[in-house]
C-alpha cells in the first residue's frame, strides 16, 4: 500500500512541470490506444479499398487512405499496439537479463565479474545494425526477432546500471544486519536489494522505449523488422515513402505520429528520472 | 558478578587476520569474555576493533588462530549450524537507523528473525509485544518506515531484533555513537537492565570512555591491531600499566576543573597498519619508549590479578605512578622539541 | 568591561520546510568578548550550527527570514550584502568544520590551500613568500616535515593532520574571529586531546576571539572561557564556563550535566536521561522552550517566555524561577 501511495507521490512530482505534463498524456494516449486499437479504429486497418486510393482526410477516413485505399488513422493504432509490444517486451527482457548479470557481476568473484563485463563491452561494441542484420539474414525477419536484437543490444546498458547500484549497497548496514541474521543470500538479493535498486532501473527503462520505438521502426523500415501487412509505424513511413509522388499525406502523417510519440516519451521519461532523483539529471 | 573459575563464553586464542597479505588488522589477539560479562573494547580507528567484532559474529574469516564460544571453535558450530549460530551470537551495529532496511517498516523489519529462523509464529509474536513493550517502543512504531523513526527509537528497534532470537552474546558496536547525552542514559540501563534479566553478555565497543568506564566490568585496549593491556574497568582507569592506556584514559577531560587532570598528549601520528613499526608498535609515539623497545616485541604477560599488558616496561600499578611518569616525559620531549 | 567583538540581538532564524516555516534560532541574545573562547553547547537541533552559519553569514538554501543584529565590531552582519560578507569571511570570520575532508578540494595540494588563503588575505604577496609564510604555520600547528607536506594532497594525510592544516589555513587569515564547529569529534580520543591542546597554545598567539562549538561539555570546560547552553534555538544560560558549568541556574544546563557520566559515580547506578522529545521547530513558543521536560515547570512556565537574566556575577540564564530552585 505504500509502495502505491510512493509511486502515486513519484508521478506527481513528475507530472508537476508542463514537459512532464505534457509526455505524461502522449504516454497514457498511446498506452491507451495500443490497448484498444480494435475498439478506436475505425477501419480494419487491412481491409483493401483499392478504388479509395490516396483518399485526402475526410469524415470517413479521419486521415485519408494509403496506396492500397487503407485507412490511415486505423493503421497509425494498431501502430502503437505493435510499437508499444515490440519496445514493452524487449525491455522487459533486457531489464531483467541485464539486473540478473549485473547482481551477479556484482557478487562474483573478480574473475566472473571481468567475465560479464566483458560480455556487456563486446555487445555494446558491436553495432546494433550490422548484428540486426546478420541476426535476420539467419532467421529471416519477424516481430520476435526485432525484439530479441533489442533486448540484446540494451541488456549491457541495464547490466552496468544494475550493477552499479548493487556495489554501492553492497555493503550498507541494513543488508549486514540481515546476514547477522543468518538470512540466505538469496533472501538478502530478492527481500532486501532488488527493492532498493528497482527505481533507477525503471526510470532507464521508461527513458529507452522512445529508443527501442524508433529502433523497430527504423529496423522495419528497411524491411528487417515487422514484415508486412502488419501496420508498424516503420512499415507505414516506408509505404508512404515508396509513393511520395502519389500523395505527401501517408509519409508525413505517420512520421509525425513516430516523432509525437517519442518526444512524448522522452518528456516524460525525463520528467520521471528527476522525480526519481534529481541528481542524475545534472550529473549529464 | 561473574564466576573467574567458570570456563569463559568466548575465547580468541592467538587469533591473527590480515587482510591481502599485508593489512596486519588482528595481531596475535588473546582474549576471553566470560558469561554474564561486559567487556569493553577501546581503542583508535584503525586498531582493529571492528574487526575482532566481525571475526566474533562469523562475518570476518580468521587468517590464524581459534575463537571458541562455550568451548566449542566458532569455524565448527557455524560449518554444523549456522542458523543455531545466529541464535546464540548477535550485534547492534553502529548506524542504527542505516541497519533497518529503508523499505521495509520497522514492523517487517522486526519479523526478519521469524522468517529467516522459522521460529513459532504464535510465540514469537508474542515476544515481539513483549520486546516492544519492554523497550519503551510505541506499538505503532511497527507501522512507521526507518526515516519516520528517532535515533533513539532506531537504536531501540535493533535491539529487539536481535533480542528476537534469544542470544547469549551480543556484540555492540558505539552502541551510543551519535546519540545525544540527553538520551544516551536512558539506552545504557535498557542494555543493562537486559543483561541483568537475560543473562546477556556483552562485548560492547566504545571511544566515549565515559560509557566504558561506567557500564563495563573488564575492559581491553587495543592499539594496531593488538590488544595492548586487558584489565578490570576500574583498574584500568584507576592505574593503567600500559602507557598507551595511561594516554588514553588521561585524555577525558571532567567538567569539575577541581577534578579535572592534565591529559597526557602524546605526539606525532598513529603508524600505518600497512608499514607496522618495528619492536613494540607503540614505540614511535611512547614518551617512555627504551632503546630495546625499538627492536624487541614486548609478549602479553600477567602484571596482576586478572590484568595483563603487552610492556616492556609497565608502570607500577601504584595509584598514579603512570600519570606523573608520563607527564615528565612528555614535557621533557616538548621542551626538546622547542629548544631549536 | 570593554566592548564586546560581536553582540547578538535577538537574532531569529525561520527556514521553510515540508512541514511549514521551522524556527531555527528563537530571539538569541549573546556576546563574544574579545580575545575569549566561547563555547557554545547543546544537544542535536538545539540551533547551535545555525548559529555559526549566521556569524559567517553561509545560512541554509532554504532559510526563509533572518531578523535581528549581528554587531560584528560595530558592523551589522544581518542582511549585510553578501559580496561584503565575502570579504569579510576571508579576512576577519574564519571557521573550522567537523570533517576537514569536505573543506579542502581534493585536487588541491595542501600549499595551494595555504598560498590561496594568504593571496586571498593580502593580492600583492608573492608566491615564494606566502609558501614560506605557510611552511612556517604548518610547523606552528605542530605538523613535523612541513616542506613534505605542503606537496602532499589532502587525501595523503590523516584526519587529525587534515584537521592541523585547516587550523593553520583559518589562522593564516588573523582572524578577529575563529569558528570552531565541533573540531575533533570525527578524531580519536588521542588526537582529540593533541588538536585541543594545539588550540589551546594558539589562544596565547591568537588575538581574536573562538566560538567552539561542542557537545562534549568536559571539553568545553577545559578549553573556554565563557559557555552559552543552547537549548531549541534559545540561548538558555551563559556566563564564565567554570561558573555555569559547576554551579548551573537553569534547569536544563543541571539536566545535561547530569547526564553526563560521572568517575565517581558507582558503576551499575542507574544512568539519568532527559525524558520527553525535543521541541518541535515548525510549533510557536509559547511559554519556557524547556518546560514540556523541566521537572520544575509551574503553570506560568507554560504561558510566559522567560528574558535571559541576570543570575550572577557575568551571568545569565532564562529561567523564570531559578532564584526559588534548591
Known amino acids: 500500500m505504500n509502495t502505491l501511495a510512493a509511486i502515486l507521490a513519484t508521478l506527481r512530482r513528475a507530472t508537476g512541470s508542463i514537459t512532464g505534463a505534457v509526455g505524461f498524456t502522449i504516454f497514457v494516449l498511446v498506452i491507451l490506444a495500443a490497448l484498444f486499437a480494435p475498439v478506436i479504429a475505425t477501419h480494419d486497418p487491412d481491409a483493401l479499398d483499392v478504388m479509395n486510393r490516396f483518399a485526402p482526410p475526410s469524415a470517413a477516413h479521419w486521415l485519408g487512405t494509403d496506396h492500397l485505399g487503407r485507412d490511415l488513422f486505423s493503421r497509425l493504432i494498431h501502430g502503437a499496439t505493435i510499437a508499444m509490444s515490440v519496445a514493452l517486451s524487449a525491455i522487459a527482457l533486457a531489464l531483467a537479463a541485464g539486473t540478473v548479470l549485473g547482481i551477479l557481476a556484482a557478487y562474483l568473484s573478480d574473475r566472473g565479474e571481468r567475465v560479464i563485463l566483458i560480455l556487456f563491452d563486446v555487445i555494446a561494441a558491436f553495432p546494433s545494425l550490422v548484428l540486426a542484420l546478420a541476426i535476420v539474414a539467419v532467421f529471416g525477419p519477424s516481430t520476435g526477432v526485432v525484439v530479441a536484437i533489442v533486448a540484446l543490444t540494451m541488456t549491457p546498458h541495464f547490466g552496468r546500471v544494475a550493477r552499479a547500484q548493487v556495489l554501492t549497497l553492497k555493503n550498507a548496514p541494513f543488508l549486514e544486519a540481515e546476514r547477522i541474521l543468518g538470512a540466505s543470500g538469496a533472501r538478502i538479493v530478492f527481500v532486501h536489494l532488488l527493492p532498493n535498486i528497482m527505481g533507477p532501473l525503471v526510470v532507464l527503462a521508461s527513458m529507452d522505449i522512445p529508443v527501442v520505438i524508433t529502433i523497430e521502426a527504423g529496423l522495419s523500415f528497411l524491411g528487417l523488422g515487422v514484415r508486412p501487412p502488419l501496420a508498424s509505424w516503420g512499415t507505414l513511413i516506408q509505404d508512404g515513402y515508396q509513393f511520395l509522388s502519389d500523395s505527401w499525406i501517408p509519409v508525413v502523417v505517420s512520421s509525425l505520429a513516430l516523432a509525437l510519440a517519442t518526444l512524448g516519451f522522452t518528456l516524460f521519461g525525463e520528467a520521471l528520472r528527476d522525480a526519481v532523483d534529481p541528481r542524475i539529471g545534472r550529473e549529464r | 558478578m561473574t564466576d573467574p573459575a567458570a570456563p569463559p563464553l568466548v575465547s580468541f586464542e592467538d587469533v591473527s587476520v590480515v587482510f591481502g597479505g599485508r593489512v596486519h588488522a588482528l595481531d596475535h589477539v588473546d582474549l576471553t569474555i566470560a558469561r554474564g560479562e561486559v567487556l569493553g573494547l577501546v581503542g583508535e580507528s584503525g586498531s582493529g576493533k571492528t574487526t575482532l567484532c566481525r571475526t566474533l559474529i562469523g562475518l570476518t574469516p580468521l587468517t590464524t588462530g581459534w575463537i571458541r564460544i562455550g568451548g566449542a571453535p566458532l569455524i565448527e558450530t557455524m560449518a554444523a549450524d549456522p542458523l543455531g549460530f545466529r541464535r546464540r551470537v548477535q550485534m547492534l551495529l553502529q548506524d542504527a537507523v542505516a541497519s533497518l532496511s529503508p523499505r521495509l517498516t520497522i514492523g517487517r523489519t522486526l519479523e526478519e528473525p521469524i522468517a529467516i529462523h522459522g521460529l513459532p509464529r504464535e510465540a514469537a509474536r508474542r515476544r515481539l509485544d513483549g520486546l516492544l513493550a519492554r523497550l519503551g517502543l510505541p506499538r505503532d512504531i511497527v507501522t512507521k518506515f526507518p526515516h519516520q523513526i528517532s535515533g533513539g527509537q532506531a537504536r531501540r528497534v535493533g535491539v529487539a531484533r536481535a533480542l528476537m532470537v534469544e542470544p547469549d552474546l551480543i556484540v555492540a558496536d558505539e552502541p551510543t555513537a551519535g546519540l545525544d547525552v540527553s538520551v544516551q542514559g536512558e539506552l545504557l540501563n535498557l542494555l543493562m537492565d537486559l543483561r541483568r534479566d537475560l543473562g546477556l553478555t556483552y562485548l560492547l565497543v566504545s571511544h566515549n570512555l565515559n560509557v566504558i568506564r561506567r557500564v563495563t566490568d573488564r575492559t581491553a585496549v587495543m592499539y594496531l591491531g593488538q590488544i595492548v593491556e586487558t584489565a578490570p574497568t576500574r583498574d584500568l582507569f584507576d592505574r593503567p600499566a600500559h602507557p598507551y592506556a595511561a594516554a588514553l584514559v588521561s585524555t577525558n577531560p571532567a567538567i569539575d576543573p577541581k577534578r579535572r587532570r592534565r591529559p597526557i598528549v602524546l605526539g606525532g601520528e598513529i603508524p600505518s597498519v600497512v608499514d607496522l613499526p618495528s619492536g613494540c608498535r607503540f614505540h614511535t609515539r611512547c614518551p617512555v619508549a627504551q632503546p630495546r623497545c625499538a627492536v624487541d616485541v614486548p609478549a602479553e604477560r600477567e602484571v596482576g590479578p586478572g590484568r595483563r599488558v603487552r610492556c616492556h616496561f609497565p608502570f607500577s600499578l601504584a595509584p598514579t605512578a603512570a600519570a606523573d611518569a608520563l607527564l615528565v616525559a612528555a614535557d621533557a620531549a616538548t621542551a626538546a622539541a622547542a629548544t631549536p | ?302 504561558s510566559e517566555v522567560p528574558e535571559l537574566r541576570t543570575s550572577g556575577d557575568g551571568r545569565r540564564a532564562a529561567c523564570l524561577r531559578f532564584e526559588e530552585l534548591p
Not at chain 3, 77 to 93: C, E, N, S
Not at chain 3, 123 to 148: N, Q, Y
Not at chain 3, 205 to 217: A, D, N
Open chain 3, 1 to 302: 568591561m570593554a566592548e564586546p567583538l560581536v553582540a547578538i540581538r535577538n537574532l531569529k532564524l525561520e527556514a521553510g520546510t515540508a512541514r511549514g516555516r521551522a524556527a531555527i534560532l528563537r530571539g538569541i541574545d549573546l556576546e563574544i568578548g574579545r580575545g575569549r573562547i566561547l563555547g557554545l553547547v547543546g544537544e542535536s537541533g538545539s540551533g547551535k550550527s545555525s548559529l555559526a552559519a549566521c556569524l559567517i553569514g553561509l545560512t541554509p538554501a532554504n532559510t526563509s527570514a533572518i531578523s535581528g543584529e549581528i554587531r560584528f565590531d560595530g558592523q551589522n552582519l544581518v542582511g549585510l550584502d553578501p559580496t561584503a560578507f565575502a570579504r569579510l569571511r576571508g579576512r576577519r570570520i574564519a571557521m573550522i568544520f567537523q570533517d576537514p575532508m569536505t573543506a579542502l578540494n581534493p585536487l588541491f595540494t595542501i600549499g595551494t590551500h595555504l598560498v590561496d588563503v594568504l593571496r586571498h588575505r593580502d593580492p600583492g604577496l608573492s608566491r615564494a613568500a606566502a609558501l614560506s609564510e605557510a611552511t612556517a604555520m604548518l610547523v606552528k600547528v605542530g605538523i613535523a616535515d612541513p616542506e613534505a607536506r605542503i606537496a602532499a594532497y589532502p587525501h595523503q594525510l590523516s584526519g587529525g593532520m587534515r584537521q592541523r592544516v585547516m587550523i593553520a589555513m583559518a589562522l593564516l587569515m588573523r582572524p578577529d574571529l575563529l569558528l570552531a564547529d565541533e573540531p575533533t569529534t570525527a578524531l580519536d580520543a588521542t588526537v582529540e586531546a593533541q588538536i585541543v591542546e594545539l588550540l589551546a597554545a594558539l589562544r596565547r598567539e591568537v588575538s581574536g576571539s573562538i566560538v567552539f562549538i561542542s557537545h562534549h561539555l568536559g571539553l568545553v570546560a577545559q578549553l573556554c572561557d565563557d559557555v552559552a547552553v543552547m537549548y531549541g534555538g534559545t540561548v538558555v544560560e551563559t556566563g564564565p564556563v567554570d561558573a555555569v558549568l559547576t554551579d548551573p541556574r537553569h534547569p536544563y544546563t543541571r539536566a545535561l550535566i547530569a547526564c553526563e557520566i560521572d568517575e565517581d559515580d558507582a558503576p551499575g547506578g542507574r544512568l539519568l536521561s532527559i525524558p520527553g522529545e525535543v521541541p518541535d521547530p515548525v510549533r510557536p513558543m509559547t511559554g519556557c522552550i524547556f518546560a514540556p521536560r523541566c521537572a520544575h515547570a509551574v503553570e506560568t512556565c507554560r
